[in-house]
């Protein structure tokens, strides 16, 4: 609508500009090529060929000059293409600007009736005085005017046609526009209000180009990922607090029996009071870096270690433990180098796979070794185990957040499934390749590739 306002207006105006000033514009035009061409025969005037260039003048520019004079050799008379001044206006003409003060003019309502037509003519002329040598010469430049009605008339009835075609073919555009734009933009607009809720309705909204088919297959995606970070988001409350409860089941019981029973209070009771309350502690730093991640206040800190002092410092944090749970624990070691990293969060993540090892793993000849072997300029750092393995359609998505294989697992360890997001996240941030190699039911191995500082 507004597109056909505008294309009208501005016809409109095309159109008014056009059927008013064409006369003027016309007649302005005329009189300027008279005096130019007046100002140019003046200065040719004497000169040998001056008779050929009035000529040219006179064919180029439409218009009939005559040069009047006593001297023959100033003067100039030849036929007119246009219309002819007979001796008599000549004569008046002469008359009329010799008792001027001014030594040219310029007559525009001059009427002139040629002996071949019926009607006096509007005919301008422009007369210009000269003084050359002490004689008098005139030059007289004329042109008819041609009256513009009809032409103007023909303007009018060409703009009406091509009004209205531009009329029909704006419509015909906003149409098109309307159908294959404006709908589509409306319908996903209506649709992805309901985005918020993860109710994206894709297939509600009718697609004709390429480039709404991606918009739509875009918010599709975000309806998606947002049912997706929902469901993630409620799980992660389920089982945090799931695995809140326990530790806290675990510490309140211990610590109530060691204060009701003087016997029961003894290392081991405290050691499970304690033990309990760090896997509490794991938990909430787990969930702090991981908004950390969110937020992106990770930050690194680098330092040089040798990477066999690295690996035998998380070795000893497990091998107690996996003695007394008759659990093969094993190191083993590659060369003694040098490696740049930041060794909180590289240990961190060799707990969240050594933790993994032993949490998914129910046979009984459980094995878990933590190890490190050269390839090429780099060691591949690893934790095996001869664990239940990760099935193949999983394999992919252990790194997603929140993603469990079996949720139904019972733990001995704390899992709240960002364990793996969260190496993932440390070693993109380390620069370092990582992945898993495994088969389902006999073994699983999680590697990072470290190179020598
Ligand atoms: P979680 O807290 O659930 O252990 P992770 O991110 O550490 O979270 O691991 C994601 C999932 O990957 C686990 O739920 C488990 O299904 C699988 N997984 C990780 N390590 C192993 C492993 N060593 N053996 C078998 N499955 C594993």
Redesign the pocket.
């Known amino acids: 609508m507004i597109l056909l306002v505008f294309v009208v207006a501005v016809m409109g105006l095309v159109y008014f500009v056009q059927t008013t000033f064409l006369d003027d514009f016309y007649k302005a035009n005329k009189i300027k090529s008279l005096q130019s061409v007046g100002a140019s025969v003046s200065s040719l005037i004497g000169d040998d060929s001056f008779e050929d260039e009035i000529e040219y003048l006179m064919m180029s520019n439409e218009v009939c000059v005559r040069v009047v004079s006593n001297n023959e050799n100033y003067s100039y008379s030849g036929a007119c293409t246009l219309r002819g001044l007979d001796n008599l206006t000549i004569n008046a003409i002469a008359s009329e600007v010799d008792a001027m003060d001014n030594d040219e003019k310029l007559f525009d309502n001059f009427h002139y009736q040629r002996d071949f037509r019926d009607k006096p003519e509007d005919v301008y002329i422009f007369a210009k005085l000269l003084n050359i040598n002490n004689e008098k010469a005139m030059v007289l430049v004329s042109s008819g005017i041609t009256p513009l009605s009809a032409t103007i008339s023909t303007i009018k009835s060409q703009y009406v046609l091509i009004l209205a075609i531009i009329i029909v073919m704006t419509l015909i555009l906003a149409l098109i526009l309307s159908r294959y734009i404006l709908r589509p933009i409306k319908q996903i607009n209506a649709e992805s209000k309901n985005l918020s809720r993860g109710e994206y309705d894709s297939k509600a909204v009718k697609v004709v180009s390429k480039e709404f088919e991606e918009l739509n297959e875009t918010l599709e995606n975000a309806n998606e990922d947002i049912l997706k970070a929902d469901k993630a988001k409620k799980e992660l409350l389920g089982n945090v607090s799931h695995d809140l409860r326990t530790p806290l089941t675990m510490i309140v019981g211990y610590g109530e029996m060691i204060r009701d029973l003087p016997e029961e209070d003894n290392e081991e009771n405290i050691n499970v009071i304690i033990d309990e309350a760090r896997r509490l502690s794991t938990l909430v730093d787990d969930l702090i870096d991981i908004s950390k991640i969110d937020a992106i206040k990770l930050e690194l800190n680098k330092e040089d270690i040798s990477l066999n002092e690295l690996l035998n410092s998380v070795y000893k944090q497990y091998e107690k433990y996996c003695k007394t749970q008759n659990i093969d624990f094993k190191l083993q070691l590659s060369d003694d180098v040098t490696i740049n990293v930041d060794v909180k969060r590289i240990k961190q993540i060799l707990y969240?796979f050594v933790n993994?090892?032993l949490?998914?793993n129910t046979k009984e000849n459980q094995e878990v070794i933590l190890g490190a072997e050269k390839i090429d300029d780099f060691y591949r750092v690893y934790v095996y185990?001869n664990?239940?393995?990760?099935e193949e359609k999983?394999i992919n998505n252990?790194w997603d957040r929140y993603?469990?294989?079996?949720k139904e697992h019972k733990r001995h360890h704390i899992?709240?499934?960002?364990?793996?997001?969260l190496a993932k996240e440390l070693l993109t941030a380390h620069g370092m390749n990582y992945g898993v190699e495994s088969k389902y039911g006999e073994y699983?191995k999680?590697y990072f590739d470290v190179k020598p500082a």
């Open positions: 969240n993994n090892s949490n998914y185990d664990g239940e393995g990760i999983d252990i993603y469990k294989v079996d899992g709240s499934g960002i364990g793996l997001s699983s999680f």
